[in-house]
């Protein structure tokens, strides 16, 4: 069984970057046909999609998102990052990084950008 386990900074101030890392358990981010993705969820809003990155270490975005987020991997650590540039408190939300072919998920992480 996979586990997942997001981690970072519970507030931001607008414009700087937001980083999150995911450490993972039970399987390596580098499984052919795997995506990692990062997910999030405003107060009061539904689930958005982000982004992913694949075994291979392809990257895949949210084209609503595309010019502000990258997603890296470290292989040694089985771990990948989010980083969010640019943030406004419209970003304020739980983060999520998941397998979701598996249906696995970390908990989630309050991450709230406010001066």
Do not use: H
């Not at 507030?11 to 995911?22: A, D, E, N």
């Not at 689930?47 to 292989?75: C, F, H, N, Q, V």
């Amino acid at each position: 069984q996979v586990q997942l386990q997001e981690s970072g900074p519970g507030l931001v101030k607008p414009s700087q970057t937001l980083s999150l890392t995911c450490t993972v358990s039970g399987g390596s981010i580098t499984t052919n046909y795997y995506y990692w993705s990062w997910i999030r969820q405003p107060p009061g809003k539904g689930l958005e999609w982000m982004g992913a990155i694949a075994g291979s270490g392809s990257t895949y975005y949210s084209p609503s998102l595309k010019s502000r987020a990258s997603i890296s991997r470290d292989t040694s650590k089985n771990q990948f990052t989010l980083q969010l540039s640019s943030v406004t408190p419209e970003d304020t939300a739980v983060y999520y990084c998941a397998l979701m072919r598996e249906d696995s998920w970390g908990q989630g992480t309050q991450v709230t950008v406010s001066s």
